[in-house]
């Protein structure tokens, strides 16, 4: 098959652009200006877009392993994810920003897993330590008979309340956010059915995204 289907994939999308070409040109002239920042893990069965109908130029997108979000630090190394979440702050002035999970994550898995100690996994190691405070609550909370899904899910829905913690080390979003001009969400999609939980930090527990839907 090769690059085939991807070559198919791009014509019925310039046939959408055509139709929708007075629109998508209008993102050209005048820029983005995305109402959200989505953080959300580079797991090929997350489709944000898709998940959510949204159109171009609605979601500013962000995505890595594990949907995590490292500490703020001020240094002059390279960090994709902090520049990703400064730019959207800072210069596109996103109204929303979303840390979306979802259930059976590989990156959460791999926490109780022993990776291979060799230079081909150097990175990921390191980048996995940033979801080890949500193992280590899912154990406290469950212990170590807990059944093995019900950790994981537990682990997975931990993440995503200490990448909120983590995403409010950072200067620019602490500050817009105390003001109340920037909103935060912490999100959970069930792969296995579509649907979305939102966190109720009132109530400490996640809430089916679709009661938010006024009737």
């Known amino acids: 098959m090769g690059l085939e289907k991807y070559a198919k994939g791009n014509e019925l999308f310039r046939a959408y652009f055509k139709k929708n070409k007075e ?73 929303e920003i979303i ?53 994981l899910r537990l682990t997975e829905k931990l993440s995503i309340i200490n990448q909120i913690e983590n995403l409010l080390t950072y200067p620019q979003v602490k500050e817009r956010f105390e003001n109340g001009d920037l909103h935060i969400h912490g999100w959970y999609y069930h792969i296995e059915n579509g649907k979305i939980e939102y966190y109720d930090a009132d109530n400490y527990e996640f809430v089916p995204l679709d009661t938010l839907i006024q009737s």
């Open 23 to 95: 629109n998508l040109l209008k993102l050209v002239k005048e820029g983005q200006k995305p109402r959200a920042l989505f953080i959300g893990c580079s797991d090929s069965r997350v489709i944000p877009d898709m998940m959510l109908q949204t159109s171009p130029g609605d979601l500013f997108v962000l995505r890595n392993v594990g949907n995590f979000v490292p500490p703020f630090s001020p240094d002059d190394d390279y960090h994709a994810t902090a520049t990703g979440i400064e730019y959207a702050t800072s210069i596109l002035k996103v109204q």
């Open 99 to 151: 840390i979306c999970g979802h259930s059976y994550c590989g990156a959460c898995a791999a926490l109780y897993e022993n990776l291979d100690e060799s230079d081909a996994t150097v990175h990921t190691r390191k980048w996995l330590s940033l979801g080890e405070q949500a193992k280590k609550s899912a154990l406290l909370s469950l212990g170590n008979s807990a059944n093995k899904e019900e950790l």
